[in-house]
């Protein structure tokens, strides 16, 4: 099992220093995830894993017959619907 942060936006939280950085790395993580999820969505013939350590390390847990499920926390507040509504297109 795995437990992805959600993506940082480093304008809305005001982050910087350390905490900057480590929001860039997780944005980074992400985006490679993403993309390792759409190609094979897509059936590409290249997969990109060696993108990011975190999809490197997952290769065998999602390639060939496994199954992958996305779990993704909705926010009932108004201040979170951009986020959710965010979230969930990349379901």
């Known amino acids: 099992m795995i ?3 959600g993506n940082e936006n480093l304008k809305e939280s005001g982050a910087i220093g350390d905490r900057a950085e480590e929001a860039k790395a997780i ?3 992400l985006s490679a995830f993403t993309g390792v999820i759409q190609a094979l969505v897509q059936k590409n013939t290249h997969v ?3 993108e ?4 490197h390390l997952l290769q065998p847990c999602l390639e060939g017959d496994s199954k992958t499920l996305m779990v993704v926390n909705i926010s009932p507040s108004l201040e979170s619907v951009r986020h959710s509504v965010k979230s969930c297109s990349h379901s």
Not at 52 to 55: A, G
């Open 3 to 5: 437990d992805l942060a």
């Open 52 to 55: 990011s350590l975190l999809t």
């Open 48 to 50: 990109p894993y060696r």
């Open 27 to 29: 944005n980074k993580s």
